[in-house]
């Protein structure tokens, strides 16, 4: 059985700092389980610098951790938008405990329910996050980013259940896993990306790798530069 963060030592969070404090309002909420807050500040922690923006959305959000820890920290972001399919019942809970030691985290936290899907249009420019939203869901998240031109970061997982690698042969080479996210890496530098991959802490979870998507030119202006660099070398 998973150890919620109320079933664990007092004294694992001790320090008056801001995550410290937030794990034991959490705790006193009893609803959400320590690996879902150490996943979700781990995350946080590896792109924030790259994503942020003023208007931040977490897809596929669930208790929306992510989006509400970029509420709590970062002073530029002024809008965090939370979707889902559905507002899990414990989220109420969860946005009191951000905010009984963060009081500016209401104004500026709204949960949207909504689908995820061809038709999902996100603010223009505006920062996406997606911890680990299943299978398409990581790629249906990327194609909203993509059409909002903002930055995004996704920590993907459930691979059988993604769109099928561009290359086939490097599922069989170096795992579905593995060209999954390599042909999300080249659909974003497609769309005039620079890409990056990081992970966060294998002993939180198995599903750690992070694609980052940051800093867009477009995909002509991209190419155009590319062929003046090599005319003129």
């Not at 801001?18 to 996943?39: F, G, I, N, T, Y």
């Not at 946005?95 to 500016?104: G, K, M, S, V, Y």
Request: proline letters at 6%; charged letters at 25%.
């Amino acid at each position: 059985m998973k150890h919620r963060i109320h079933a664990l030592p007092a004294d694992l969070f001790p320090t008056d700092s801001l995550p410290d404090r937030l794990a034991r309002s959490l705790a006193d909420q009893r609803v959400v389980h320590v690996k879902e807050l150490l996943e979700s500040f781990e995350l946080f922690d590896r792109v924030r610098r790259r994503v942020r923006r003023p208007v931040m959305v977490e897809l596929c959000a669930g208790h929306g951790l992510v989006g509400l820890i970029f509420a709590l920290v970062e002073r530029s972001v002024t809008r965090v938008e939370l979707v889902d399919s559905r507002q899990p019942p414990t989220f109420a809970r969860i946005l009191e405990a951000f905010t009984t030691i963060a009081p500016w985290v209401a104004d500026k936290v709204v949960y949207r329910v909504a689908p995820l899907d061809g038709s999902t249009v996100l603010p223009e420019g505006a920062g996406v996050v997606l911890a680990h939203a299943c299978g398409a869901l990581t790629d249906l998240g990327l194609d909203a980013a993509i059409a909002s031109g903002g930055p995004v970061a996704a920590m993907p997982c459930c691979f059988g259940r993604a769109r099928e690698p561009r290359v086939p042969v490097l599922a069989r080479e170096f795992g579905r896993a593995a060209a999954v996210d390599i042909s999300r890496s080249h659909r974003l530098a497609d769309a005039g990306y620079q890409v990056d991959w990081t992970w966060i802490p294998r002993a939180i979870t198995p599903m750690n790798r992070v694609l980052i998507g940051w800093d867009r030119r477009s995909a002509r202006g991209a190419a155009s530069s590319s062929s003046r660099d090599h005319s003129t070398a």
